[in-house]
Nanobody
Framework: QVQLVESGGGSVEAGGSLRLSCAAS????????MGWFRQVPGKEREGVAT????????IYADSVKGRFTISQDNAKTTLYLQMNNLTPEDTAMYYC????????????????WGQGTQVTVSS
């Protein structure tokens, strides 16, 4: 089993920054691939950024490229999402996810999910 706990969400004005954290525990092989996803009410959950822990390879959604950075600590127990130059369109519930199949941006690839942390960006 894998446990994921997000933190770091909040309210910020457009152009501001936030850093999300996700504390991960459980079997490392089950969280070989990790990622951040977001969802707004009435819409499907979408992939924001993902990482392959072994090689450090990353994938970003086009909408966040150049603004968001996904990373992990050396122990691979904390996942981060640095979000810069935020816009109102980034407002959503952000979820941390883990899996062992791939680091594609599709939520279906991930088996474990955190409870989410809300990010609200005002104009």
């Amino acid at each position: 089993q894998v446990q994921l706990v997000e933190s770091g969400g909040g309210s910020v004005e457009a152009g501001g920054s936030l850093r999300l954290s996700c504390a991960a525990s459980g079997q490392p092989s089950m969280r070989r691939y990790m990622g951040w996803f977001r969802q707004v009410p009435g819409k499907e959950r979408e992939g924001v950024a993902t990482i392959y822990s072994g090689a450090g390879s990353t994938i970003y959604a086009d909408s966040v490229k150049g603004r968001f950075t996904i990373s992990q600590d050396n122990a691979k127990t904390t996942l981060y999402l640095q979000m810069n130059n935020l816009t109102p369109e980034d407002t959503a519930m952000y979820y941390c996810a883990a899996g062992r199949r791939s680091f594609l941006l599709s939520p279906a690839e991930y088996n474990y999910w955190g409870q989410g942390t809300q990010v609200t960006v005002s104009s």
